[in-house]
């Protein structure tokens, strides 16, 4: 099968975005991510997948710390700007963060983040899987999701619950 043909087979399936964001100090990379999941309730674990050339992957290598920002509808400018391979300029100018626990900004105006330590990486082809021990999490703002399908940014038809 051909590389093109297993993504297009795969945007089938709809996906929520999300920002994860790592690094140390005043230096922090982020990296857009859809394929975000839950893994475990108990104890509370989650897991996104990088490409291995990611800067962002190097910054969790280095931290062993993430934070994961869920996009709201309208954030879909972010999910652009956070799409990048590797460091463009500075991401995070014009953009509200706050510090987590241990100063790795979440994006404010997203609708909900999560603050993690690195439980496992695991290499997986041209991309690892992070699995991270959720330590902080908060719900930021009611809202729509932003949602990707089929290689474009939708957004939802229906109000969302509570």
């Known amino acids: 099968?051909?590389?093109?043909?297993?993504?297009?087979?795969?945007?089938?399936?709809?996906?929520?975005?999300?920002?994860?964001?790592?690094?140390?100090?005043?230096?922090?990379?982020?990296?857009?991510?859809?394929?975000?999941?839950?893994?475990?309730?108990?104890?509370?674990?989650?897991?996104?997948?990088?490409?291995?050339?990611?800067?962002?992957?190097?910054?969790?290598?280095?931290?062993?710390?993430?934070?994961?920002?869920?996009?709201?509808?309208?954030?879909e400018d972010l999910s652009r700007r956070f799409a990048e391979l590797g460091p463009q300029g500075d991401l995070f100018a014009q953009i509200r963060t706050a510090p987590a626990t241990k100063g790795i900004p979440y994006?404010?105006?997203?609708?909900?983040?999560?603050?993690?330590?690195?439980h496992n990486i695991i290499p997986a082809g041209d991309h690892h899987i992070v699995v991270g021990h959720v330590e902080r999490l908060g719900r930021l703002n009611h809202g729509y999701p932003l949602i990707y399908f089929r290689h474009q940014y939708y957004r939802p038809v229906t109000s969302p619950p509570g």
Request: aromatic letters at 6%.
């Open 1 to 75: 099968m051909d590389t093109q043909t297993f993504r297009d087979t795969l945007a089938q399936f709809v996906t929520g975005v999300t920002v994860v964001i790592s690094g140390t100090g005043s230096s922090h990379q982020g990296m857009t991510v859809n394929s975000f999941t839950s893994v475990s309730l108990v104890p509370p674990l989650i897991l996104f997948c990088a490409d291995n050339r990611a800067a962002t992957l190097r910054a969790v290598k280095q931290s062993h710390r993430f934070t994961v920002s869920i996009l709201c509808e309208e954030q």
């Open 107 to 118: 994006l404010i105006d997203s609708l909900g983040y999560l603050d993690c330590a690195v």
